[in-house]
């Protein structure tokens, strides 16, 4: 290959990447705006939570904390229903919060002052979320809201976060120059946009492409491949924890509001008799407490005459969480499995999401990804005015299709890659493929009229 025709092969593969890059951006801004906006929020629920609801969450220690079936019927005294979750209280300084579905069908949580039994007030149940609030702001995050097609829709746009990452660092470094700029170097006009663009990328692309590939265990098909994979190499929840207790079809993540992602669908045991006296709230409280379950945790009631109690725990340091089950007439435990019992994968894959949630080391963790998620709106902010400054009248200023497509097979080899280890981006790569393809056709056509 000749030196002149190296060069021409390298520009048209600058010119396709950057065109790609382009289509792929303007597809995903609107998504990344959303997950940046929710994510931020989001990272910080429990300090929101605490604020706009302190007068439920927070008491004046007494002396004595009253017996947990004391707090439960002080609970149902003033919202009559059927607990199905009771929530010690995780700090001398917090109240206790019973779930209760209520005659209406919908569940609450009730907050109780854990010394004197008095009721603090109630919120529609939030789940994991905490409050109704953070429970909108998680829904839009996932944009549980549109169904199916939304987690698909967010599963592809961080897929292809992940992309756009690799394919600016590329365009970042131009052709005859060590480094693509690391400063603002423009003081106006589109110019300032793309190094702003420019400089906001190469500063923080690792923690976007971080925050993509840890949020992904929650999608449908990447995540769901991912689980099923871990564990068939017995390197996610490995089988053997069970112990040959009969177990139901109801999945972990349907008996509590907040499972380890790595356990959701393993199924919750049965007890070992549908008859008899079921256990007091107090002695289970009393007996997982001795198990040395950390504060924090919820203890979720048995459903129907087989059912179990389950406690589970979801704390700031992952290596503390864990779940337990125990047969509701005996108080036997049937299962008990913390993140050391993890298989590897299953173990990154908490660590991961933890440190996604900004559980892992407090408000720095916070702090640090709330500044990716800024950074991803100043992303999508620049490039959606780059578009805008570019764009010529009455088009959408997509950059052309490069005359000459002899891109090298190292990097056709790649974009194969990526569509297999993320199969909604491959999808849609052929859905753009198609289209280049027939604009290249239609063009042709034209030039040859």
Known sequence: MTEQTKVAAGAALYRAVWRWHFIAGLLVLPFMLILAVTGGIYLFKDEINDATHAHLRFVTPGDEVLAPSQIASAALTAHPGEIKAYTPARAADRSAEVDILGPDGLKDT?????????????????????????????????????????????????????????????????????????????????PWWRDLHAVTGIYTGGFIVFLAMTGLPWSAVWGGKFYDYSYALGLGMPDGYWSGAPVSTRPLADAVDRAPWIMEKQPVPVSAAAEGVPQTLDAVVARVEALGIVPGYALSMPKGPDGVFTASVYPADISDERVIHLDQYSGEVLYDAGFADLGTLGRWAEWGISV???????????????????????????????????????????PQVPADWRIPRTLLLMAVAAGVFFPLVGLSMLALAAIELAVWAVGRRRRLA
Not at 120 to 141: E, I
Not at 151 to 170: D, F, P, Q, S
Not at 382 to 396: C, H, L, Y
Request: with cysteine.
């Open 110 to 190: 009730v907050f109780v002052d854990p010394y004197t039994g008095v009721v603090l007030g109630s919120l529609w149940d939030g789940g994991a979320a905490g409050s109704p609030a953070m429970y909108v702001v998680r829904k839009l995050h996932s944009l549980d809201y549109v169904g199916w097609l939304g987690n698909r829709m967010i599963e592809a746009a961080a897929g292809w976060m992940v992309l756009l990452v690799g394919t600016g660092i590329y365009l970042w470094m131009p052709r005859g120059r060590k480094v693509g700029t690391v400063r603002i170097k423009a003081t106006r006009g589109r």
């Open 356 to 398: 996604h949630m900004g559980q892992e080391w407090g408000l720095v963790n916070q702090i640090v990804l709330l500044l990716a998620c800024v950074a991803m709106v100043i992303l999508s902010v620049a490039a959606a005015v780059m578009w805008w400054k570019r764009r010529p009248s009455g088009g959408v200023g997509v």
